[in-house]
Structures are given as structure tokens and as C-alpha cells.
């Protein structure tokens, strides 16, 4: 009998690879290739996150990131993730704070927009992750149903038609913004 034992990738082993052009997260060491998820997705990620940025910024709230920010979530194997969209409070990371690597520290909100091939049970899970490494808030867009999934620590996930609308509850005191302003341009 002959095993073969696979070397497990560093959060330092991801940042070189992106340098060479490999995009990716590292779940629990082991890589896992990501790839353009579409223009529909891109947009939706862009109206998202001018949204919250023309909320957060003016009140100095704290830090909004993209995908390519990643966040080092687990260490030995290390765990790095990237959110479509994450907000981060002042409180957890100063705004003059310069990070060249990866965040160590859990959001407060994640935004997740499902892509194409993504099963509805997959973005489920990846909701469930984060709310299981501290983050508060997690909004998942379905864009073929043009809905958001709201999911909360100890609370029934909340699904919000595109008559719905968002809430930034505790996190984001005073944010809302219809679902429909993610779809309609």
C-alpha cells in the first residue's frame, strides 16, 4: 500500500501564489481555486458595495474590503476566505490600521452574492461558516431569484424578496436599502 501525503499551503503560501496569478481561498491548508464568477455577479458586488461605502465612510464606521482582501480565519492548517464584500468596525480594526496581508480579525458584516454555479445549500454553508467565526451579519444575494438571505447568530434565516429590505440592525445602525437597488441599475 502507498500513501501520498499532500503539503498543506500556508496564508504566506497563498500570498505568493496570488503574485503568480492563482486565485484562491485555503480551507483548513488546502487550496481551492476560485474563478470570475460573471459581469451580473460584478455588478451586483459594485452597487453592494457603493451602497455601504457611501454609508460607512462619511460616519468613519469603519473599513469595507472586497474578495481580494481575504481573511485569516484558522491557523495550522490555516483557513483564508474571501467574502464578496466585508465590513469590518472601527472597534476591531482602527481606521489608519495598514494591513498588507490578510485580516486576523472576523467581520462584523459579510455579503456574499452566489454565483452562478453555486448551489443554494453551498452559500448556505459558507453563511453558517462565517456566523461560526464571529461574523454578525451575513447577507447572501440569490440573483436568479433576486432575493437576499439574511442570516444572524441563533436566528431562522430571513430570506427578503426584491421588495424587501435590508437592515443594518446593530452593525450598521440606520442602513437600509431596498433589495430591488442590487438589481436595477
Given at each position: 500500500?502507498?500513501?501520498?501525503?499532500?503539503?498543506?499551503l500556508?496564508?504566506?503560501d497563498?500570498?505568493r501564489?496570488?503574485?503568480?496569478?492563482?486565485?484562491?481561498?485555503l480551507?483548513?491548508?488546502?487550496?481551492c481555486?476560485?474563478?470570475?464568477a460573471?459581469?451580473?455577479?460584478g455588478?451586483i458586488?459594485?452597487r453592494?458595495?457603493?451602497?455601504?461605502?457611501?454609508?460607512?465612510?462619511?460616519?468613519?464606521?469603519?473599513?469595507?474590503?472586497?474578495?481580494d482582501?481575504?481573511?485569516?480565519l484558522?491557523?495550522?492548517?490555516?483557513t483564508?476566505?474571501?467574502?464578496?464584500?466585508?465590513?469590518?468596525?472601527?472597534?476591531?480594526?482602527p481606521?489608519?490600521?495598514?494591513?498588507?496581508?490578510?485580516?486576523?480579525?472576523a467581520?462584523?458584516?459579510?455579503?456574499e452574492?452566489?454565483?452562478?454555479g453555486?448551489?443554494?445549500?453551498?452559500?448556505?454553508?459558507?453563511?453558517?461558516?462565517?456566523l461560526s467565526?464571529?461574523?454578525?451579519?451575513?447577507?447572501v444575494v440569490?440573483?436568479?431569484?433576486?432575493?437576499?438571505?439574511?442570516?444572524?447568530?441563533?436566528?431562522?434565516?430571513?430570506?427578503l424578496?426584491?421588495?424587501?429590505?435590508?437592515?443594518g440592525?446593530?452593525i450598521?445602525?440606520?442602513?437600509?436599502?431596498?433589495?430591488?437597488?442590487?438589481?436595477?441599475?
Amino acid at each position: 500500500m502507498t500513501t501520498t501525503q499532500t503539503r498543506l499551503l500556508t496564508a504566506a503560501d497563498l500570498l505568493r501564489l496570488d503574485t503568480q496569478g492563482v486565485r484562491g481561498e485555503l480551507i483548513r491548508g488546502v487550496l481551492c481555486e476560485t474563478m470570475s464568477a460573471g459581469y451580473e455577479h460584478g455588478q451586483i458586488v459594485m452597487r453592494m458595495g457603493a451602497l455601504l461605502m457611501n454609508f460607512i465612510a462619511p460616519k468613519r464606521l469603519g473599513t469595507l474590503v472586497g474578495s481580494d482582501a481575504g481573511v485569516w480565519l484558522e491557523r495550522d492548517p490555516d483557513t483564508v476566505r474571501e467574502p464578496d464584500i466585508a465590513f469590518t468596525s472601527a472597534e476591531k480594526i482602527p481606521l489608519n490600521a495598514r494591513i498588507t496581508g490578510y485580516a486576523e480579525v472576523a467581520p462584523d458584516l459579510v455579503v456574499e452574492v452566489a454565483s452562478p454555479g453555486d448551489s443554494r445549500r453551498a452559500v448556505h454553508d459558507k453563511a453558517r461558516m462565517w456566523l461560526s467565526h464571529g461574523v454578525r451579519l451575513v447577507w447572501v444575494v440569490q440573483p436568479d431569484t433576486r432575493s437576499v438571505d439574511v442570516h444572524r447568530p441563533d436566528a431562522a434565516v430571513a430570506t427578503l424578496d426584491a421588495d424587501g429590505v435590508l437592515d443594518g440592525l446593530d452593525i450598521l445602525p440606520g442602513f437600509r436599502c431596498g433589495v430591488s437597488a442590487l438589481f436595477d441599475p
